[in-house]
């Protein structure tokens, strides 16, 4: 028998599936008709449907809130931006973010201004009121979430 993680996820994956590769729930709905806890789909979205699996997750709280759930169209563009994710450190000095720019420029996903927006955005400087290890991670997440923008792109120009 499959656990309760598993039928929820297979739940959401046919959702996706039936709408194109996205997704749009209301947590506690979702979790009334799954007959489980909503502390229990947040658990699902947040360690399987992560930027790591390949899917954009965004949410709004309230009454008329959502969970909405976007799968990362794969090209091959997408497909190194995925790779880049999945090895990428969880904490990131500007050296290694330019690095990284770099390569992105290099394989002609980025445009030279997109380049130079993310380097300014990712800078020591940008970050200067954020110390220590907190900037390097803090600078890591935002990096991620960019490359996730950019891979939801496709081949579009930038």
């Known amino acids: 028998m ?3 993680t598993d039928m929820i ?27 489980v806890a909503p502390s229990q789909i947040t658990y699902v979205i947040s360690t399987r449907f992560g930027h790591e699996h390949g899917y954009i997750v965004e949410s ?5 809130g959502y ?10 563009h997408s497909e190194y931006i995925m790779h880049l994710l999945r090895t990428m450190d969880d904490h990131l000095t500007q050296h290694d973010v330019n690095i990284l720019i770099d390569s992105l420029q290099y394989e002609n996903l980025i445009s030279q201004k997109i380049a130079n927006l ?17 900037r390097h ?11 996730l923008y950019i891979a939801s792109l496709g081949d579009e120009e930038d």
């Open 2 to 4: 499959s656990s309760l």
């Open 9 to 35: 996820e297979r739940a959401i994956l046919e959702l996706i599936e039936r709408h194109d590769g996205y997704c749009e729930i209301a947590r506690n709905a979702f979790a009334a008709e799954m007959k």
């Open 60 to 64: 709004r709280r309230g009454g008329s």
């Open 67 to 76: 969970i909405r759930i976007m799968r990362v169209p794969y090209t091959d």
């Open 118 to 134: 993310m380097r300014t955005s990712l800078s020591d400087r940008s970050l200067a009121l954020i110390s220590g290890r907190d």
């Open 137 to 147: 991670e803090t600078r890591s997440l935002i990096f991620k979430n960019m490359l």
